[in-house]
């Protein structure tokens, strides 16, 4: 049997329903029931029937897949599979910064451990941080854990006081303005797609910034047949799909090496085994769960 009818036949009998981010190999999203970003995998793991979830992606989103869903049955194929950026804050700067300014409100993007999630206010995703930080009553904001996407959402909404974690995505930030200025001079024509997680430098070159969602979205309704991809080139999949006519280039980034973790045979192991499951303690897991939920009420 291939590994991928073992798969079609352990999804049924575990009543499984698997999602994958745009980020893990082209044949882990070929044989996804859902594929997309953090949020809109996190908002489907909310409604879908199936008792069981095998999340393809890192970590944080089968923690926010449990968060969401405490009676469903949570696995990822690689436990190991995490991304280095979620865990990148520091909690005794955030409770200083509590004491320092009494209005502050702690905005954690999602791409965040369970653990960050509890010292925050709300949480954010790169398509709806801007609406949600404007909306907050809080004039002082501490963005956490990516310090470049705090500051594309603070150049957004001037009127409040950011303060900045120094938190980064090694892959966003792998991509340089001097060899996105490269790959533009060899293909003049080609428009610049910049996910918020790079620097504030590549974002200057953009034609368009915004989540990988909002890259393939401007992709499909562009009439331009050329681009420049600034995000992890997993993307492309959906990309080439969607638009299997249209000419997409990379800028010399690294890949998410967590992401790539995901393998067929490892989706396979998991269904079969049922071990790799994601469990949380009942009182983070609560805490976690209001700034995921206030994020939802928001966004
Ligand atoms: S691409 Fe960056 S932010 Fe996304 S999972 Fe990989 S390391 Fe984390």
Redesign the pocket.
């Known amino acids: 049997m291939s590994t991928i009818d073992k798969i079609n036949q352990l999804r049924k009998e575990r009543d499984a329903v698997i999602l994958a981010h745009y980020?893990v190999d082209d044949e882990v999203q070929a044989i996804a029931d859902y594929v997309g970003d953090s949020f809109y995998l996190s908002k489907i793991a909310t409604m879908v029937k199936a008792k069981t979830i095998v999340f393809c992606g890192?970590f944080f989103m089968g923690e926010s897949a449990k968060i969401l869903n405490p009676e469903k049955t949570v696995i990822l194929p690689d436990m190991g599979a995490d991304?280095?950026?979620?865990h990148m804050a520091d909690i005794r700067k955030i409770n200083e910064a509590r004491e320092q300014y009494k209005d502050l409100a702690v905005v954690c993007y999602i791409?965040s451990t369970a653990e960050l999630k509890t010292y925050a206010d709300v949480c954010v995703t790169s398509s709806n941080a801007m609406k949600i930080v404007k909306s907050l009553p809080n004039q002082h904001i501490y963005f956490i854990p990516d310090e470049n996407l705090g500051r594309y959402i603070a150049s957004k909404v001037p009127e409040k006081h950011f303060i900045f974690n120094d938190g980064y995505?090694?892959?966003?930030t792998s991509i340089t303005a001097k060899n996105v200025n490269i790959v533009k001079g060899i293909h003049p024509r080609a428009q610049v797609l910049v996910h918020p997680?790079c620097t504030m430098e590549v974002i200057a070159l953009a034609d368009y910034v915004g989540s990988t969602s909002g890259i393939i979205n401007y992709v499909a309704e562009s009439r331009n047949k050329e681009f420049i991809v600034c995000t992890?080139m997993g993307v492309l999949y959906e990309l080439q799909l969607k638009k299997p006519k249209k000419r997409f280039y990379d800028a010399g980034q690294k890949q998410?090496s967590?992401?790539k973790r995901v393998t067929l045979e490892k989706v396979a192991d998991a269904l079969e085994k049922m071990e790799n499951v994601v469990e949380l303690e009942e009182g983070k897991r609560l805490a976690a769960s209001k700034p995921l939920e206030r994020m939802l009420e928001l966004g």
């Open positions: 980020y890192v991304c280095p950026m979620a791409n995505c090694h892959v966003h997680e992890e998410c967590d992401m």
